[in-house]
């Protein structure tokens, strides 16, 4: 049995705690590695390494550690099929799918390749009589990333890569469902000149979360999970006098305006809604068509596309969808399609009894479509994390507004249609952080930035893009004076610029 440990120091290194957890194939069912849980004492010592390092790589030009993400992004390209293959064969989903999510994450390491600009400060020359301020940004020190199983390429490397362009040492703490992708990313850092200590990866599960948490030495984590866990980082980040931003789960809608390019909009769902089995924090769950004939035509276009959904392993080259990552999530999702009939939605297309011949044990679930759900079921209120979409007819467009508008969460959300006045009004009053029209997947680009709102996210300061750059480092203002007349005396006032 393969076990995997952690990466400190710069290599590989096992796990002294005695606990771990096993990861499986989720195709298959079959356990094919276990992973090390990290003690207090091996994030200790994490940490004390990254101590070591910082201040070194923190002195480095901004060139020169931009010259490492440069010749990282070289590696990740030509490492692609390898590290689909690594990271499929863990979480479950396509090949292609896979290659999204590492090139989601390389795109990152190419905006921070702009770090010597991104990191420049500000200047004010004779701010008062003979005074120049100027504003600077320097590392945090020690940053942390705890990130989700669902994009174990893409997450990583939303934080690891401002981080460690700003200067700091990185302590990252994969999910212990597919922890094997973080620690080859880390094996490709130090390949690209990255020095020892300054990313290292400690596997583990909520006790190393923790020692993160009261580490008196990490000066900032980043959490991306489900939102209980987001608001508990959150929390005991802030009390342990952390700066923190934490990501949580979403239940995003889709509106589909009377006068949407409805085949377009099918589509759309179709791959926003099944792909990767649904579990994205960007998947849509909710569908809300306008008015009757709307919903009548959508449900009918819907309904063979998702019987004749391809699902399949990882392996399977032709796949739409893959397995859901775990027995738990499998026993989870079952559980919430059943609730959704005893609540009274009507299940228009049942997955539930999916089997891939050969793979009987794998956690499969066929796509899954609800229609008539109302806003008082679980169905609704859940996120469900699973290939089920569910359908919430509106009267019209204020109604359907209102929806993800009083939705406990706020992470995305799209509207289609043709009609650019309505598009406008949408984007400007619904209180989401990421809106698309007529785009499913509203996903910013490196060079903005990913947050959501509500209880999708805590924090003020987003993934990537330039607010990446202000949360892993700190402003420090520096206010100078070089008068002829310095010894003049005391001043008791104040002081102002006039
Ligand atoms: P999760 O919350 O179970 O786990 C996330 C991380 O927290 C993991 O590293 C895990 O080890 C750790 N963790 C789990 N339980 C903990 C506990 N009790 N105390 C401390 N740490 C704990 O999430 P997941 O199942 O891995 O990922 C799916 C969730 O992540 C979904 O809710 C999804 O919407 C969300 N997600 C959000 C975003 C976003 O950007 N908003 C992106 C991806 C995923």
Redesign the pocket.
Known sequence: MREIGHFIGGKQVAGTSGRVSNVYNPATGEVQATVALASVEELRAAVENAKAAQPKWAATNPQRRARVFFKFVELLNKHMDELAEILSKEHGKTIEDAKGDVIRGLEVCEFVCGIPHLAKGEFTEGAGPAIDMYSIRQPVGIGAG??????PGM?PMWMFAPAIACGNAFIL?????DPSLPIRLAELMIEAGLPAGILNVVNG??GA??AILTDPDIGAVSF????P?AR??YGTAAMNGKRAQC????KNHMIIMPDADLDQAVNALMGAGYGSAGER?MAISVAVPVGEETANRLVEKLTPKIESLRIGPYTDDEADMGPLVTKEAYTRVRGLIDRGIEEGAKLVVDGRDFKLQGYEDGYFVGGCLFDHVTPEMDIYKT?I?GPVLSVVRANNYEEALSLPMKHEYG?GVAIYTRDGDAARDFASRINIGMIGINVPIPVPLAYHS?G?WKA??FGDLNQHGTDSIKFWTKTKTVTARWPSGIKSGAEFVMPTMK
Not at 224 to 227: A, C, D, L, N, R
Not at 247 to 250: E, L, N, T, V
């Open positions: 705890i990130t989700p199983f669902n994009f997450i703490k994969p999910s212990e469902r599960d909520k979360v923790d991306v999970g489900s939102t866990i508990y980082v990501f949580g789960g979403a924090c996120e994390f992470n990913f959501g999708s996210s």
